[in-house]
């Protein structure tokens, strides 16, 4: 069975229309004992391979439904993510935003309907599709093309579920690292060629997808806890004509029926129910990921290039592999973060991810951190690089050493003109990554919002305050 719905409407006034697919039988029980999935393509305007894929999917589907569905409660497609861009082949939208990097702001209309979908339809699996250009100018000049027919992969930022330091979902990279190999090796039977997306930097780094949460892949998953999987089919090149297109349709086709196979085979499906149909929840005190770096590997990571003369296939040794994520900074959760009115623009996109705004209860001790930072670190006397912050009764509460922030601890009695969000809702985890200071893939970083540290002035209050 099949109905479509409308999620929003773009600049031009262009529909986001879903289409869902369910089972007659399981949607009359209302059974929750199956997959939700949802799959998407387009964002990016003018990569329109990843829709000519869902096109066959969706006629599948179509053609034979209960039967496609067994295993599925529903699958809904978002075959055109970015309607005013396709129409311009362009990859932006009509206001020339990249939608997929505007999953942490979500300043576009599409982003805005997209996450506002994820948060009522609760999919456990979303599939983002797009194609990559194989052609990077730093790899030509060692004569090198990017080959595989496909790219997969799975979220990356370690606040997301895929982290290994998180350990309420047991045997993830059990599952992600089968997850791989099945899809790897089902296509290599068709003859298609497929890797887990694999960037080499002009520096020559060699890694996976980024960890920042601007994308759909790790936005999604790590607020709402969803496994966002990464499509990504080669551009045919131009000679290659009408059957280099095809062979990529075909195999970005593939690649979803492959996942989807996956998905139904029962370990998988029974695990991602029991783990991703509970709301990730957190608590006080719990541990966050807020900072990052990549650490070279052990071994050399090994993968094939299309040599650009031989137009043969090469494989080539990368042993400037940096795959292995180390977490340098957690925070521990606070009870609440309190946002002043003023700052609008961060309530605003607070909102628009769906946070619950509260109030504090009246008449009762409030408990508050907030951070103080100051880049005149020695001021008084510029050999001693240090700097002593007081408590009112003059003990120490922490001596600064060198530029950075310090959290201070006070109580108070009432905390007007703030908005409160509590961490105990679903998805709490992620205000930690959006609103603290030190958050390598928050909003301090962007100076417009306004809670960025000011160069003009030598002392800083960090605006959002902790409530404990
Ligand atoms: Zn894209």
New binding site residues.
């Given amino acids: 069975m099949i109905f479509k719905e409308i999620i929003g409407y773009t600049y031009l006034h262009k529909p986001l229309v879903i289409v869902h697919f369910y089972h007659e039988k399981y949607k009359k029980l209302n059974c929750n004992l199956r997959l939700k999935v949802f799959i998407m393509a387009g964002?990016?305007g003018d990569?329109k391979y990843g829709q000519f894929a869902i096109n066959r999917l969706m006629q599948l589907l179509t053609d034979n439904c209960n039967l496609q569905m067994e295993s599925f409660f529903e699958i809904a497609f978002l075959k055109n993510a970015n309607p005013d861009g396709s129409i311009q082949n362009q990859?932006t939208n009509a206001i020339g935003l990249d939608l997929?990097r505007d999953h942490l702001r979500l300043e576009s209309n599409e982003t805005k309907a997209i996450h506002s979908f994820v948060r009522d339809w609760n999919p456990h699996i979303i599939i983002d599709i797009?194609?990559?250009p194989p052609r990077r100018k730093h790899l030509i000049a060692k004569n090198l093309i990017y080959y595989h027919d496909i790219f997969i992969d799975v979220p990356t930022n370690p606040a997301s579920i895929t982290s290994t330091t998180i350990d309420h979902l047991p045997n993830y990279n059990t599952i992600i690292n089968d997850f791989f190999d099945f899809v790897k090796l089902h296509l290599k039977n068709q003859d298609i060629l497929c890797e887990r997306y694999t960037i080499v930097k002009p520096s020559g780094i060699v890694r996976h997808s980024t960890i920042d949460i601007v994308d759909a892949r790790n936005s999604l998953s790590t607020r709402y806890g969803n496994l966002t999987i990464l499509l990504?089919g080669k551009n045919p090149a131009k000679r290659d004509g009408q059957k280099g297109k095809e062979h990529i349709i075909n195999a970005q086709f593939q690649a979803l029926s492959i996942i989807l196979k996956w998905l139904s085979i029962s370990v998988n499906r029974n695990y991602f129910l029991t783990n991703l149909n509970d709301k990730r929840t957190s608590s006080i005190g719990d541990k966050v990921a807020i900072r990052s770096k990549y650490n070279k590997n052990k071994s050399n990571f090994t993968m094939t290039f299309k040599d650009s003369i031989t137009k043969l296939p090469i494989e080539i040794d990368l042993n400037d592999y940096s795959s292995y994520l180390e977490v340098t900074k957690y925070i521990k959760l606070p009870n609440a973060y309190a946002v002043p009115l003023h700052n609008s623009q961060i309530i605003e996109i607070l909102k628009r991810h769906g946070f619950v705004e509260n109030k504090l209860p009246d008449n009762q001790d409030i408990n508050i951190e907030y951070y103080y930072y100051t880049s005149s670190v020695g001021n008084d006397n510029p050999t001693i690089s240090s700097r002593k912050f007081l408590n009112d009764d003059n003990s120490i509460i922490k001596e600064l050493k060198k530029k950075s922030f310090v959290k201070i601890k006070k109580k108070i009695k009432t905390l007007n003109n703030y908005i409160i969000y509590y961490i105990s809702q679903p998805g709490g985890h992620f205000l930690a990554v959006l609103l603290e200071p030190r958050s390598k893939y928050g909003l301090y970083r962007y100076k417009d919002l306004g809670i960025s540290y000011s160069t003009t002035s030598n002392d800083f209050y960090y605006p959002i305050l902790r409530i404990v």
């Fill in positions: 964002q990016h990569e990859r997929n797009h194609n990559y990504e």
